[in-house]
């Protein structure tokens, strides 16, 4: 760094994401992307075409991209924000809502403290109950924003929409954020409370369920108030944050929701058996509702068997901290990689032997 940088920024600690290795010799289960290509609509959509018009700018609106969102989930245009994947949107919601105290669980997404610590503001992280579980009652009154990821990560655990309702219902006076990156697989929205309260803002992407993590392409739906804060910073900051090739394959992708629909329960089949083959492996794993796996075995570590995995060729994510050092997270892929995987995870514990 420079000895010019803004000395608070210098200090932050950054977010480290998970590796994205560029050539492609491994099986890439350590970032929860989708295993199958979006749909053929979507290829189609960012076409020649629309290459020739990226000397225009894109239409800072998103006007088709936030219609096309509100009719799928009932809701009006004006409780739409659209942001450069959803870490754009929960910048932008850390920004406007979190300066005075922000609380969430003490495991769930690792870019959360580096937000927080941006806007200057130390984050209350809570501890989940010892079964990984959210207790509602410990975010009641809180009197700072609150944001939880339903289903959680790196846990896959999900919370009724009735306990977030209660979360919302006992603090009027601050924002609660749901994260729901994840929550086609097997989760239950909360974006229905948008129209009964003023003070929740439900964050969606088209990163995880709709194929398109490297698009940049996330949302949030809220009271229309919420989203004008958003709209705010953007126009404060980016009016332009989502490009022209972006916007129209989201747009697509929203069009090819039942190819989608059919592929995000093939994930879900495809987690529930390979936990199950894990546990019979004697793994313990919880009972994750995302698109991915949150494993241990008490006769290898996390770190060791991540590595165990990494020189055979496969990529999980090994998040460590205190409490989760012996899990690793594998992402669910195609049923034949995740042959693979367990192949490659009995060879390993028969090496331990
Ligand atoms: C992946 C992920 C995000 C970020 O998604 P993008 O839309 O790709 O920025 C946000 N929250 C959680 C919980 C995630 O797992």
Redesign the pocket.
């Known amino acids: 760094m420079s000895k010019f940088i803004d000395s608070c920024l210098g200090k932050l600690e950054e977010y480290v994401p998970g590796e994205q290795p560029q050539e492609r010799k491994f099986i890439k289960l350590n970032?929860?992307e989708f295993p199958f290509p979006p749909a053929p609509e979507v290829i189609a959509a960012v076409s020649a075409a629309e290459v020739g018009k990226l000397r225009l700018y894109s239409d800072p609106t998103c006007r088709i991209l936030k219609e096309k969102l509100a009719a799928q989930y009932g809701v009006q245009p004006e409780n739409v924000f659209v942001g450069n994947?959803?870490?754009?949107?929960?910048n932008f919601a850390f920004a406007a809502y979190c300066r005075k105290g922000v609380a969430f669980p003490d495991i769930?997404?690792g870019?959360y403290p580096v937000y927080a610590r941006l806007y200057g503001v130390e984050p209350e992280t809570v501890p989940l109950k010892d079964d990984f579980s959210v207790s509602a009652e410990d975010y009641f009154g809180k009197n700072k924003a609150i944001l939880i990821?339903n289903p959680n990560?790196p846990t896959g655990l999900l919370l009724p929409v009735s306990e977030i309702e209660r979360i919302v219902r006992s603090n009027p006076d601050n924002v609660v954020m749901v994260?729901e990156?994840?929550v086609d697989f097997g989760g239950e929205s909360a974006v229905p409370l948008i129209k009964k309260y003023d003070n929740v803002l439900v964050?969606g992407?088209?990163?995880?369920s709709r194929a398109l993590?490297g698009a940049?392409?996330?949302f949030a739906f809220g009271d229309a108030a919420l989203i004008r804060d958003l709209e705010k910073i953007k126009y404060c900051t980016n009016p332009y944050n989502i490009n022209r090739l972006s916007l129209v394959a989201a747009a697509a992708a929203l069009d090819a929701q039942a190819y989608y629909d059919e592929k995000d329960a093939l994930v879900a089949e495809t987690r529930d058996k390979t936990r199950a083959a894990l546990t019979a492996l004697g793994f313990e794993a919880t009972d994750s509702k995302g698109n991915f796996i949150f494993t241990k075995h008490e006769r290898i570590s996390g770190k060791t068997l991540y590595e165990a995995l990494r020189s055979r060729g496969i990529l999980v994510r090994h998040l460590g901290g205190e409490r989760i050092r012996e899990y690793i997270r594998i992402t669910v892929g195609t049923p034949e990689q995740m042959e693979t995987l367990i192949d490659k995870i009995k060879e390993i514990l028969n090496s331990l032997d």
């Open positions: 970032t929860n994947g959803s870490d754009e949107v929960l769930s997404y870019f990821t990560s994260d990156a994840y964050i992407t088209f990163s995880k993590a940049r392409v996330g």
